[in-house]
């Protein structure tokens, strides 16, 4: 059973770089058959997803956050990475990684779903 | 558009029938998954694809969607079913997540 796992500092100073990692265990980042991803919540507010990684390097941001965000894998070690540069206070959040599915049904429809999650790590921003 | 829309709040009756809907253009090209959250939990998800649910979830949760609306439907809801329920999807290009603001359903 894949299981996911953040870890990374708690606490960043504004301006600075925040950065994560996640560790997949249970199965292949390269198996090819997902993908990567990072989502996160604010507290008392509701889900955002920053973007995703394939085990191949490809990424897809949030346009939102795409001038600041920098999502990488190391094969490995079985992990991917999550780094958002400039951060402040708005920036504060649980930050959870996520494996990411993507189907296709037998009409043509493109399903996708998240599954599982890691149990998120908060990360506060402050000086 | 890239944006999804979920009413900020639901009830219902111990043991009755509530839906949880989610409207966005890019509905009409892809289908929403749906995630249940606890207080101080991940999200779990519940229900993805036309109407599928993973192992362990409960027969009573169902999902069905109609043109620019998805919905999550909970049949004879259970005490245990209280939490926050948030839509997802991809944007109009189908390489973009986006979440809907989610739904806060309380069981009376």
């Known amino acids: 059973q894949v299981q996911l796992q953040e870890s990374g500092p708690g606490l960043v100073k504004p301006s600075q770089t925040l950065s994560l990692t996640c560790t997949v265990s249970g199965g292949s980042i390269s198996s090819g058959d997902y993908y990567w991803s990072w989502i996160r919540q604010p507290p008392g507010k509701g889900l955002e997803w920053i973007g995703y990684i394939y085990y191949s390097g490809s990424t897809y941001y949030n346009p939102s956050l795409k001038s600041r965000v920098t999502i990488s894998v190391d094969t490995s070690k079985n992990q991917f990475s999550l780094k958002l540069s400039s951060v402040t206070a708005a920036d504060t959040a649980v930050y959870y990684c996520?494996?990411?599915?993507?189907?296709?049904?037998?009409?043509?429809?493109?399903?996708?779903?998240?599954?599982?999650w890691g149990q998120g790590t908060l990360v506060t921003v402050s000086s | 558009s890239s944006e999804l829309t979920q009413d900020p709040a639901v009830s219902v009756a111990l043991g009755q029938t509530v839906r949880i809907t989610c409207q966005g253009d890019?509905?009409?090209?892809?289908?929403a998954s749906w995630y249940q959250q606890k207080p101080g939990q991940a999200p779990v998800l519940v229900i993805y694809?036309?109407?599928n649910r993973p192992s362990g979830i409960p027969d009573r949760f169902s999902g069905s969607s109609s043109g620019n609306t998805a919905s999550l439907t909970i049949t004879g809801a259970q005490a245990e079913d209280e939490a926050d329920y948030y839509c997802n999807s991809r944007d109009s290009s189908g390489n973009l997540g986006v979440f809907g603001g989610g739904t806060k359903l309380t069981v009376l």
């Open positions: 996520a494996r990411d599915c993507k189907y296709y049904d037998s009409s043509g429809y493109q399903i996708n779903w998240f599954d599982p």
């Open positions: 694809g036309k109407n």
């Open positions: 890019s509905l009409r090209s892809y289908y």
